[in-house]
């Protein structure tokens, strides 16, 4: 049973930062695409930062650019997301999310392209 499972969310003052992991257990996503995405409430669930493949492309929203690094460690199945310079705009439930397969361009921003989902981890920003 493939499970993903986010840790690292909490409370933090604007300007910090926080690093958020997601350990997947169940099969290898070596080379799968991952993903994390979040949730604000009373907004739609948004893509935040992509990676298509253990040795390919990172995809970024707009708005996360500059502040926000995806990487992962496929020999411990890790995903991170280390944001810095924190907002209160990035106030959210977020999310991990892996694919079956390598999600290439515009496929990699598109939640229904991932077919595994993680329960979030909440990050509140405070001004």
């Known amino acids: 049973q493939v499970q993903l499972v986010e840790s690292g969310g909490g409370l933090v003052q604007a300007g910090g930062s926080l690093r958020l992991s997601c350990a997947a257990s169940g099969r290898s996503f070596g080379s799968s695409a991952m993903g994390w995405f979040r949730q604000a409430p009373g907004k739609e669930r948004e893509f935040v930062a992509g990676h298509s493949w253990r040795g390919g492309m990172t995809y970024y929203t707009d708005s996360v650019k500059g502040r926000f690094t995806i990487s992962r460690d496929n020999a411990k199945n890790m995903l991170y997301l280390q944001m810095n310079n924190l907002k209160s705009g990035d106030t959210a439930l977020y999310y991990c999310?892996?694919?079956?397969?390598?999600?290439?361009?515009?496929?990699?921003?598109?939640?229904?392209?991932?077919?595994?989902w993680g329960q979030g981890t909440q990050v509140t920003v405070s001004s």
């Open positions: 999310a892996a694919a079956s397969k390598v999600l290439y361009g515009s496929s990699v921003y598109v939640g229904s392209n991932y077919d595994y």
